[in-house]
């Protein structure tokens, strides 16, 4: 049974979960079986360790996929995996073999290691983890943070944008039509704005049902050279990503690329140059960032994403028999309360499954014990419960 951790040093170790690979090195046990044919031991021996590496591997792939998703992607898992699977195995040792009691099969039992995070990378290239992620959505949106900010038109800016979305594009991902994102910018005017803060987007980001909002910005600048005939351009590019349901900064990057141009070619000529430079930039930093965020999303599939879940105007025995229900909660992989006053908790909860079956078995669980729930907030991952029949008590 799960407990929910209030020391000090729990929330530290919490933390550290979120920033450790979200793979290692595996160590499996597994047995592979061959027909002996024309008394030939040696031929189904061979066999028979072949099919026990592939086991291997087959159980490493379970590590980021399930078998539904390796099921459906057969092909493509076969021929880019399973044909090369002892390829993953980094060392392996023979526990047991022989012919069965049939005589007419060779079994083999091996321990073997799994370079798990080779297998992750060539499921990354096909695609794969996208799939069973769900093929997340996103949203690109240009937030300048620097002085004297590029226009939204600028060459350098689209030339950003367009080479964000082509790499995400490229490795499946699905990006939010740019008909929203311009009612994004549309709605920052009409506020008065000259750009949000990173809450805002998030929230605008949520309205739209975008899974992860890319935020960036990019800056150039002619440089002096001691050439008569060539300046520098400056390139500066960062990128970060957003869950728009907590407003949590999940991964970040950054770029810069100094580059040589011709002076005095007009200011065609510069702009070009300009948006060559940032598209560049932009590609190189987005392709790095691109494995930050499968990382993310392997957490998610494994570890559960996690809730912001409120708890207002309640006893203190209530907020136990609630305690107990989340650790119970089908879905629920683990908890950790982080803010408690008297008759409130928050909790961080780790959650396998959509936010709504969350809520739902809530309600649910909460009236057959007696703790009755009532949702006044909820919010992509964030959530408020009132108890039953209460008011706000901030109002």
Same mark, same amino acid.
């Given at each position: ?46 066999? &028979?360790? +072949?099919? $026990? ?5 087959? %159980?490493?792939?379970? #590590?980021?996929? =399930?078998?539904?998703?390796? *099921? ?86 689209? &030339?950003? +944008?367009? $080479? ?5 594009? %490229?490795?499946?991902? #699905?990006?939010? =039509?740019?008909?929203?994102? *311009? ?88 702009? +070009?140059? $300009? ?121």
């Amino acid at each position: 049974m799960k407990r929910i951790i209030l020391a000090l040093l729990a929330v530290s170790l919490f933390a550290l979960a979120f920033c450790l690979p979200a793979w290692a090195e595996k160590v499996e046990k597994v047995t592979g079986s061959a027909s002996i044919v024309d008394g030939n031991t040696a031929s189904a021996r061979q066999k &028979a360790l +072949e099919q $026990a590496l592939r086991s291997a591997v087959e %159980q490493g792939i379970g #590590v980021f996929i =399930d078998s539904q998703t390796q *099921a459906a992607n057969f092909t493509v898992i076969r021929d880019s995996i399973y044909s090369k699977a002892s390829g993953y195995v980094k060392t392996y040792q023979v526990t047991g073999e022989g012919p069965a009691a049939d005589g007419q099969t060779y079994e083999i039992t091996i321990k073997a290691e799994v370079e798990t995070a080779s297998i992750a990378n060539d499921l990354n290239a096909i695609g794969i983890q996208l799939k069973f992620a769900g093929n997340p959505r996103f949203m690109a949106v240009y937030l300048p943070e620097t002085e004297n900010p590029l226009s939204r038109s600028a060459p350098a800016v689209t &030339a950003a +944008e367009k $080479a964000i979305t082509d790499v995400f594009l %490229q490795k499946g991902c #699905v990006i939010l =039509d740019p008909r929203f994102t *311009a009612e994004v910018y549309k709605r920052i005017e009409r506020a008065g704005q000259i750009a949000a803060d990173v809450d805002d987007l998030a929230k605008m980001a949520l309205e739209y049902q975008a899974d992860l909002l890319l935020v960036y910005d990019v800056k150039t600048a002619k440089a002096k050279t001691d050439s008569s005939y060539f300046a520098g351009l400056d390139t500066v590019f960062s990128i970060r990503i957003v869950s728009p349901s907590t407003g949590d900064i999940l991964a970040q990057k950054g770029g810069r690329n100094f580059s040589p141009m011709l002076v005095n070619q007009g200011e065609h000529y510069e702009n +070009e140059e $300009a948006a060559k430079a940032a598209a560049k930039t932009a590609s190189g930093a987005a392709n790095e960032l691109l494995g930050q965020v499968l990382d993310y999303w392997q957490r998610q599939v494994h570890q559960g994403a996690r809730l912001d879940v409120w708890f207002k105007n309640f006893s203190e025995e209530d907020l136990f028999v609630l305690a107990d229900i989340l650790e119970n909660l089908d879905g629920v992989k683990d908890t950790l309360v982080r803010n408690q006053s008297p008759g409130n908790f928050k909790v961080d909860v780790m959650y396998q499954g959509k936010p709504f079956d969350f809520q739902r078995d809530l309600f649910r669980v909460s009236r057959q014990k007696g703790v009755a729930v009532e949702t006044h907030q909820a919010e992509g991952n964030r959530f408020m419960f009132f108890k039953k029949g209460t008011k706000d008590p901030y109002r």
